[in-house]
């Protein structure tokens, strides 16, 4: 059980981050802002200097301050590897994980490609066409594929243009690369998975390029759906190899 200074610390360090998120969701303070003097800030805050100094420690080490000192705290834009690392660490407990860090990709994806098909650039259409070349080259190579396959989908969804399923996809990158990469050892010896790899891909692509949102979902929600398929099939092909030719 906390003992009441170890509470009143705890209430203290609320306090500062409410007041800091709070103000970045207003717009009082942007990146590079320097924040309010020490003495100042606690005295408006009701917390001690020694609270409110760990506090401001901790924001830093989240990557949302920087203390320069000597001439106090500023405002630093997030970065989103800190949100990677909190996510990869929380989430790489759980079991079967990979299964549902899929589920999220899915939501994500089918999303960023509706808008895609609205806000892609001639800039992002050459960089989902590079990362399919690169797809196509590597199919041999389960971990090269694999980022390659990782490299495709990013493209999409930065194609899409939205800050926010940017950084949660971003969030959750590190999860889905081992994903992109387990998926590919398992289905390497599949019938078909070369030539489905490539088709899907392109007509994902593709379906991009009509500029037809219903039309570009569908086809990635396909692409998803047989990706499945394939990957049960492999569950099939490696108990075969395991349990060998049979005996009369």
Do not use: W
């Amino acid at each position: 059980m906390l003992s009441i200074e170890r509470g009143d610390e705890l209430v203290g360090a609320e306090k500062v981050f409410a007041f800091f998120r709070e103000q970045l969701l207003s717009g009082g303070l942007r990146a590079g802002d320097r924040l309010t003097g020490e003495r100042e800030l606690s005295l408006s805050l009701g917390v001690s200097r020694p609270v409110l100094r760990e506090a401001l420690r901790s924001l830093a080490m989240l990557g949302f301050l920087e203390i320069r000192h000597g001439k106090g705290a500023y405002v630093k834009a997030a970065d989103v590897a800190v949100l990677r690392d909190f996510f990869t660490f929380s989430l790489a407990q759980q079991p079967d994980v990979l299964d549902d860090v899929m589920q999220a990709r899915i939501a994500i994806e089918c999303q960023a490609i509706r808008l895609a098909c609205e806000r892609a650039g001639d800039s992002d259409l050459t960089r989902i066409s590079n990362c399919l070349s690169k797809l196509m080259d590597t199919l041999d190579d389960p971990e090269a594929g694999g980022e390659a396959d990782f490299d495709f989908h990013l493209a999409l969804v930065e194609a899409g243009h939205s800050p926010v399923l940017l950084t949660l996809y971003d969030a959750i990158s590190e999860l889905m690369k081992r994903s992109h990469q387990e998926r590919r050892r398992l289905t390497v010896l599949v019938p078909g998975i070369k030539d489905y790899l490539v088709d899907a891909h392109r007509e994902v692509f593709l379906s991009i390029l009509s500029r037809d949102p219903d039309q570009s979902e569908k086809k990635l929600r396909d692409h998803f759906a047989i990706g499945d398929e394939f990957r049960r099939k492999s569950y099939i092909v490696a108990y075969s190899k395991a349990e060998g030719p049979q005996k009369d």
